[in-house]
């Protein structure tokens, strides 16, 4: 299959990034390939938002080292993966990380057949806008209502669960920002561990822990051992005077959280003003109509034979019913026919009608 680069105005090396889209998808298999230039609050000068084919079979604990290997020597570029029907998904669900960095005005490299349909909600771009304004409001409300514990258990003072709510607010703040930031929710519990993934992405923001600092090392110990100390560990022991200061580090990162959404949310903005202006033939937010009604935004597939079409159909079946059965495991090859058991999956998550089965 052959491949199509394609210019971008964000980088001003077209032979530079041609190599490096040439080492990318010489170690993975890739769909498509942005590139976004760093803005303000950004920690890289350029970050790439790759996207893996579907037929990708490799893990991230697989691919991660590799694509670490290929950017040693570019240090002004950032990068981001992700599989394709992740992206789909997000998109569908009006992702602001994706709707700015997956935009066609960013598009460096995209596979030579263009088989596939991005996902863009349909619908009025000032509509779209609302919908996640709206999303990041709820999401801050349930971040408010963990903050109101943090003082309920300070007044009954009982400090440890004080502590544990302390670091359930700024984990479901670091979740929040995340998603628009980064793409994708880191799953853990540690805030080391947010902090750091965020730096990847963010400047050192204000509410962060220096670790140079004693005293600010000791704060964030003690909110990484209030998930589980302060609720088994009965030695669990915080003052008040640090949870006023773990408050203000909160009522920092609040702040910063809302700043950051906002900084965010005006690049989209400027996304939408800037195609209503030049009226794009290919609008970023694409409306599929048929005979006046919506139509299901879907991949294509293509078989070579019919006979491989139904190949594929009955390895669906069979599989379903290997599935039914208890303590059995799954083979590799489906009853003797070509197609390996993870192609088979993979195949069958993209038959799921994306409308019909998003929350």
Avoid at 43 to 52: D, Q, S, V
């Amino acid at each position: 299959m052959g491949t199509t680069s394609v210019e971008n105005k964000a980088w001003d090396n077209p032979k530079q990034l041609n190599e490096i889209i040439a080492k990318i998808v010489d170690v993975i298999d890739v769909e498509c390939i942005y590139l976004s230039k760093g803005a303000s609050h950004h920690a890289f000068k350029y970050r790439l938002t790759i996207i893996t084919g579907r037929s990708q079979k490799d893990g991230a604990e697989h691919i991660m080292p590799v694509i670490n290997d290929v950017f040693l020597d570019y240090e002004d570029f950032s990068y981001r993966v992700f599989t394709f029907s992740y992206v789909h998904l997000e998109l569908q669900q009006g992702s602001l990380y994706f709707l700015n960095n997956c935009h066609k005005k960013d598009l460096v490299y995209k596979i030579g057949n263009d088989n596939s349909i991005w996902n863009y909600p349909i619908g009025e771009p000032n509509k779209l806008v609302e919908k996640i304004k709206q999303d990041f409001k709820r999401d801050m409300s349930r971040m408010k209502s963990f903050k109101k514990g943090i003082q309920f258990f300070k007044v009954q003072k009982n400090l440890s669960q004080s502590a544990f709510m302390m670091h359930q607010t700024f984990e479901l703040g670091y979740r929040i920002l995340e998603r628009f930031i980064c793409g994708k929710i880191k799953i853990c519990h540690s805030m080391k561990n947010h902090q750091t993934y965020v730096l990847k992405s963010l400047k050192e923001l204000e509410s962060m822990f220096l670790l140079e600092s004693d005293v600010e090392t000791r704060l964030l110990d003690l909110l990484e051992d209030a998930y589980s100390s302060a609720r088994y560990d009965h030695s669990y022991r915080i003052t008040e005077k640090e949870l006023d200061q773990l408050s203000q580090k909160l009522g920092l990162f609040i702040k910063e959280i809302k700043f950051l959404f906002n900084e965010e949310l005006s690049i989209l903005k400027e996304i939408i003003i800037h195609d209503e202006i030049n009226s794009y033939t290919e609008r970023p937010l694409e409306e599929l109509t048929n005979n006046g009604k919506q139509d299901y935004l879907v991949r294509k597939f293509e078989f070579e034979t019919s006979f491989g079409m139904l190949c594929m159909a009955k390895s669906l079946m069979v599989l379903s019913v290997t599935c039914l059965q208890d303590d059995v495991v799954p083979p590799m090859q489906v009853n003797g026919f070509q197609y390996n058991i993870m192609e088979v999956l993979q195949m069958a998550i993209e038959f799921l009608p994306l409308k019909e089965t998003s929350p």
